[in-house]
């Protein structure tokens, strides 16, 4: 995957995230318990690309291969400290 494959990805789930935000907020009720589930799974795929990103960057900054980049665990990429 490429950095221009990772940041439509990266798009296409802040789109996604934004909508089932602003559902939440509209709706009386909020989300669906399914949709909550659904939430969580987006924002945790935004912290893994974004952090592909940023590996990929790195590692052409040093003059090294971007492809080395790989996703990382959930719960590794959650525990960052900004």
């Not at 439509?8 to 939440?24: A, F, H, K, P, T």
């Not at 509209?26 to 669906?32: A, C, N, P, Q």
């Not at 935004?46 to 990103?53: A, F, N, R, S, V």
Request: proline share 2%; aromatic share 4%.
């Amino acid at each position: 995957m490429d950095d221009r494959e990772i940041i439509d990805n990266i798009g296409g789930l802040v789109s996604e995230e934004r909508d089932l935000r602003d559902r939440s907020t509209r709706e009386k009720t909020g989300l669906s318990t399914d949709e909550k589930s659904r939430l969580r799974t987006v924002e945790t795929q935004l912290e893994q690309y974004w952090d592909l990103l940023r590996q990929r960057r790195a590692l052409s900054e040093f003059g090294e291969d971007p492809s080395g980049a790989r996703v990382r665990s959930p719960g590794e990429v959650e525990g960052y400290q900004s």
